[in-house]
Nanobody, 123 residues
Framework: VQLQASGGGLVQAGDSLRLSCAAS????????MGWFRQAPGKEREFVAA????????KYADSVKGRFTISRDNAKSTVFLQMNSLKPEDTAVYYC?????????????????WGQGTQVTVSS
């Protein structure tokens, strides 16, 4: 089972990026999915989550209105559209597959994790 995150990069404040997380080895179409991030010297924090159908989403307050999580179950892929990026969004972003059908903001609810993709936002 593998979650492959991609799409990170170096951008300027105000720019956009779209992260992708492709699952292989098993299907996660019945599982909630989430994105977390970890900045240097900080703990990993919740960013966004989505239910198995995509009908329910939740966001950290720090990204609400700027980030959008979505999924394509036919392609076993989850996306994180990040707009109006800020320097404080700089972190390694991880996607994760949850134990339940509804995404959670609690990392312990996730049992599969991707390797992470670096997002760097310059001011």
């Amino acid at each position: 089972v593998q979650l492959q995150a991609s799409g990170g990069g170096l951008v300027q404040a105000g720019d956009s990026l779209r992260l992708s997380c492709a699952a292989s080895g098993r299907r996660f179409s019945n599982n909630g999915m989430g994105w977390f991030r970890q900045a240097p010297g900080k703990e990993r924090e919740f960013v966004a989550a989505i239910s198995w159908s995509g009908a329910i989403t939740k966001y950290a307050d720090s990204v609400k209105g700027r980030f959008t999580i979505s999924r394509d179950n036919a392609k076993s892929t989850v996306f994180l559209q990040m707009n109006s990026l800020k320097p404080e969004d700089t972190a390694v972003y991880y996607c994760a597959a949850g134990r339940r059908a509804v995404g959670s903001d609690w990392s312990n609810e996730y049992n599969y994790w991707g390797q992470g993709t670096q997002v760097t936002v310059s001011s």
